[in-house]
């Protein structure tokens, strides 16, 4: 509440803005927003921490500017600033996936320093033997879908079959034996038989909720392939999109070396400049020639002076 009530303070032209930012004239109505706003208020003025960033785009009124909602951070006592991020990663992270994430101390077991280190929990090792799920005993070379007969219902239809007449004869019968039902209740609804027409068809349920669970295979291989189509077409995307770029990269390279003179000579501007460069340098060179005297030179003027 104190979060949404924050929220309201910081949304431009909303009408909650201004009451709960100024102080009202009359009572405030007992257990409305408001009033509850300002008790949690008063009891936790340091609750809300000013450590503000933007969050995405509010879906109630998309006409809005996505910059002007803060996320606010509530510092919850008992609960380290570490654990908090890592509530909020896992939030972010579950808008995107279709199954929650499992727990962050479960994730960071697994790190890349960790693997790397070999400190990685390893698998546990497979179930040779039964092991016991949602109550039911199972063992580990059981088919995928197990025979009615494995939990002792009767089977209505033969072991050679075609999936859709017997699914069509099981939905008759369904409906002829609902029939028969309402016809027992109209009539006297204390009947043994009532209690027989409803074991009738809970087997009759039971027996094309098996049915149609043993297209599950076949549904899991179709949805995997067409995930994997859906793979293959957006990597195909991908590709043609990286080679239509690198041709238009290869153009932009032609077009340049194609832009450059083949004879830099030509250019009098450019050969002006380099004559004056290479005389300027010719003339330092002299200069610099003749200002430095070899000391064994001025050894030889000397002798000779003196010998005058």
Known sequence: MLVQAAKFKRLPNHPMRNRLAQPTKGRLK?????????????????????????????????????????????????????????AEKMTESQGVSAFPLPPMQYINNYSDENIRKGRAPLPPPLMMDTYSMFGATFTADDAIIRPLEASGIRRLYPQAYDHKRELKKLN?????????????????????????????????????????????????????RVMMDEQRKQRSEIAEKFQDNLDHVLQLIESAVGAIPEDLSLDSKLLVESQLLQATAEVKDDSADDGHIDSLDQMMCKIVDDMT
């Open 30 to 86: 007992r257990g409305s927003f408001i009033h509850q706003a300002r008790i949690l208020e008063r009891k936790h003025r340091d609750i809300l921490e000013h450590d503000l960033r933007e969050i995405p785009l509010c879906r109630t009124n998309p006409a809005w500017n996505e910059t002007a909602f803060p996320l606010i951070h509530c510092s919850i006592p008992g609960v380290s600033k570490k654990d908090s991020l890592d």
């Open 172 to 224: 008759h019968s369904i409906l002829i034996n609902f029939l028969d039902l309402i016809e027992i209740l109209i009539r006297s609804p204390d009947s043994p038989k009532r209690v027989e027409k409803l074991e009738d068809l809970s087997l009759l349920f039971i027996n094309m909720h098996h049915l149609v669970n043993e297209f599950r295979p076949h549904q899991a291989r179709e949805t995997l």
